[in-house]
């Protein structure tokens, strides 16, 4: 089993930032990767970002690519997303997960947090 704990979100300004922490636990979980989706109102969920735990190899959405970052913190099992220039569009609740390494699809990630909220007003 793997334990995420999502933390961070709240209301923002468009062109803002915000720094969203994942806390990661539980039976090897760093033999998965973390990913970072969001999932709006009426909305499939959409991935983000992903990051591998081993060499750090960091994947993202097209829709987010030069706007947020993805890194994480080996020593205190974090993975952070750095979101800079928010969007209206990005309000979403933001959900971090652990499956596998590169993959994009929700279905191949095995385990969940709760989510945090985060809203951007116009």
Known sequence: QVQLVESGGR????????????????????????????????????????????????????????????????????????MNNLKPEDTAVYYCAAGAAGSRSPGEYLYWGQGTQVTVSS
């Open 11 to 82: 209301l923002v300004q468009a062109g803002g930032s915000l720094n969203l922490s994942c806390a990661v636990s539980g039976r090897a979980f760093s033999t998965y990767a973390t990913g970072w989706f969001r999932q709006a109102p009426g909305k499939e969920r959409e991935f983000v970002a992903g990051i591998t735990w081993s060499a750090g190899v960091t994947y993202y959405g097209d829709s987010v690519k030069g706007r947020f970052t993805i890194s994480r913190d080996n020593a205190k099992n974090t993975v952070y997303l750095v």
